[in-house]
């Protein structure tokens, strides 16, 4: 094994731990017994068919070489980024996505075409978020169609990503800034399945390690008495201390930023997966409990953009949040029993109704050729404001796979 990014109290792990990463599929059981709603089935086929034909009306417009962010009807225009910026692998990851859904070789090439202007990424370490570049793109493909060169882009990308570690403050360091700060979002706990596949292919436990590290420093540190998470933590890089707790994106510093909650809620989910370690999935449970719990959650399941926004009802709702909070959803009822499966479920159900209706789901030709309408990147900044979002759509498609394929 190489452990060249590995701190001594790394050694200190159970064994037990690098055996659950090396099996991560048999890690937990899938208990649920719940059968999927034909009418809502047949919903998801019909939305992924519509996806389908939305995106090669996005391939079309996509400029050589650049990568879809999100649309403005106002203006027609159409908002790309460079491979370099952390939405990247939306684009080919549903598109892959898609492709498993209807077979057509058309959106295949497509995501191997983007692919290529986005491989380089793999060496680069000035982003935490790689994870979402590199493993919701390279991941699919390699899981559909497993090759060497997949795998192999896919641990450099790993080993990019773990440069990002620090073992004082035991986390990875999202976004960049003075020297005398160390940056961790909560999005961070998304970039870690990368970590767990590489030690599964590698035999090298220092990526799961990593992880579970960051992870627990995450949950420590980010999470209020009530459950529900800050955006940004602070901490010091020299003692490792918390140094201050805000948000980026949120109504305000003390405020339940939407799509914060969500990505914590699948984050969590995802480690209880890998690891098989009930304390994820206790932490996953609790923040189901806040966001679905919570007074200023509409009936309709479509979260509004921060819980504690002035104003509610009348504030934007968040697609992009809610459909994260769907897939997160149908996976986190299959690890736990009765009534509490059957609520994440029913939950999961909703905002997969209300997503595929018209108030949401973009005319044929329309949008852009983005899928979903009104989410909201940054509301402080005034940045992609009730618009699509690539990430939006990503997640809804996966939602809709999931709800699809719900305990088989």
Known sequence: MNFNYKCSAFFLVAFSLLQFACSSSENVQQQSKITPDNEVVQLAEENLEKAAAQYKVLMERLPEGRFP????????????????????????????????????????????????????????????????????????????????????????????????????????????????????????????????????????????????????????????????????????????????????????????????????????????????????????????????????????????????APNIPDVLRDASAAAIMASALLELSEYVEGEKSQEYFNNAEQIIRTLSTPEYVAAPGTNGGFILKHSVGSLPADSEVDVPLTYGDYYYVEALKRYKEYGK
């Open 69 to 308: 962010k999100t649309y403005y009807a106002e203006k027609d225009s159409l908002e790309t980024s460079g491979s370099e910026w952390w939405v990247s692998g939306f684009y080919p990851g549903t598109l892959l996505y898609l492709y498993e859904e209807t077979g057509d070789e058309q959106l295949l090439n497509e995501a191997m075409r983007i692919m290529k202007v986005l491989e380089k990424e793999k060496f680069n370490t000035d982003t935490h978020d790689l994870g979402f570049m590199m493993f919701d793109s390279f991941g699919n493909a390699y899981r559909i169609n497993p090759s060497e060169e997949y795998k192999d882009i896919i641990i450099q990308s790993a080993k990019s990503l773990i440069s990002r570690y620090d073992p004082k403050v035991g986390a990875i360091r999202s976004w960049n800034s003075k020297p005398e700060d160390f940056l961790v979002i909560i999005d961070n706990m998304m970039n870690l399945d990368m970590l767990f596949w590489a030690t599964e292919q590698t035999g090298d436990s220092t990526y799961y390690n990593i992880a579970v590290e960051h992870a627990n420093t995450t949950m420590e540190n980010h999470f209020r008495e009530d459950n529900s998470t800050w955006h940004v933590l602070n901490y010091d890089p020299e003692t490792g201390e918390v140094q201050e707790k805000k948000t980026a994106q949120g109504y305000s510093d003390e405020s339940a930023w939407a799509r914060g909650q969500a990505w914590g809620l699948y984050g969590y989910t995802d480690m209880y997966r890998e690891t098989g370690d009930e304390k994820y999935l206790e932490q996953a449970n609790k923040i189901a409990d806040f966001i679905f719990n919570h007074p200023n959650m509409p009936e309709d399941k479509v979260a509004y953009w921060d819980f504690n």
